[in-house]
């Protein structure tokens, strides 16, 4: 199982940007697939995480009708569309699986893309 995540950049607060991850070794209905982040100093948390069915999503409430997480099972790719960016959504990004609730560290990471946002 790979994953590859790309998308993160520099923007402005307010602004949006996409992240993709497209995994390899596996197909997308075999796992839930999210996305984790860590800015500097803080713990890792769960950002958002779409089933395998792809039926359920998941979300942290502080992101919550700003990210949305969608998947192309065509391309075995996974989005997260991030709107109205804060500062405090800064981070490195990471593409993880399995992903879901009660804090068990996913099994697999991609190499992570690092979102900056400025006020």
């Known amino acids: 199982v790979q994953l590859q995540a790309s998308g993160g950049g520099l923007v402005q607060a307010g602004e949006s940007l996409r992240l993709s991850c497209v995994g390899s070794?596996?197909?997308?209905?075999?796992?839930?697939i999210g996305w984790y982040r860590q800015a500097p100093g803080k713990e890792r948390e769960g950002v958002s995480c779409i089933a395998a069915s792809g039926t359920a999503q998941y979300y942290v409430d502080s992101v919550k009708g700003r990210f949305a997480i969608s998947r192309d099972v065509a391309k075995n790719t996974v989005f997260l569309q991030m709107n109205n960016l804060k500062p405090e959504d800064t981070a490195i990004y990471y593409c993880?699986?399995?992903?879901?609730?009660?804090?068990?560290?996913?099994?697999?990471w991609g190499q992570g893309t690092q979102v900056t946002v400025s006020s």
């Open positions: 993880v699986a399995p992903c879901g609730p009660g804090g068990i560290p996913p099994d697999y």
């Open positions: 070794g596996f197909t997308l209905d075999h796992y839930n």
